[in-house]
Nanobody, 125 residues
């Protein structure tokens, strides 16, 4: 059973940076497609980007994070990373990683079986 634990969230001022981690246990993260989602209060869960099981990357078409968020993987640590720069108050949300076995490029929450508990990001103006 794959388990995911997010970390790295916190409070930063606008323009700052954070790097979130999604550490997997119970299986190799490379066998899964892993997505970063976020959910702000009162809003739907938003898919930010995915690393597919074959190492491909796909990001949301939304301009909300384009060019500011980057996904990478630290295979030695069995961890997926989300580097966020130039953070804005509207990036304030709970950030989650989620995974499913095998290949997927979808950013649809309902397709993912394994979820972390989330890490809070708060950006002040």
């Amino acid at each position: 059973q794959l388990q995911l634990v997010e970390s790295g969230g916190g409070s930063v001022e606008a323009g700052g940076s954070l790097r979130l981690s999604c550490k997997a246990s119970g299986g190799s993260i490379s066998r899964y497609s892993v997505v970063w989602f976020r959910q702000a209060p009162g809003k739907e869960r938003e898919g930010l980007g995915i690393m597919t099981s074959d190492g491909g990357l796909r990001y949301t078409d939304s301009n909300s994070v384009k060019g500011r968020f980057t996904i990478s993987k630290d295979s030695a640590k069995n961890t997926l990373l989300l580097q966020m720069v130039d953070l804005k108050p509207e990036d304030t949300a709970m950030y989650y990683c989620a995974a499913r076995a095998g290949w997927s490029s979808a950013l649809v929450p309902g397709l993912y079986s394994y979820w972390g508990q989330g890490t809070q990001v708060t950006v002040s103006s």
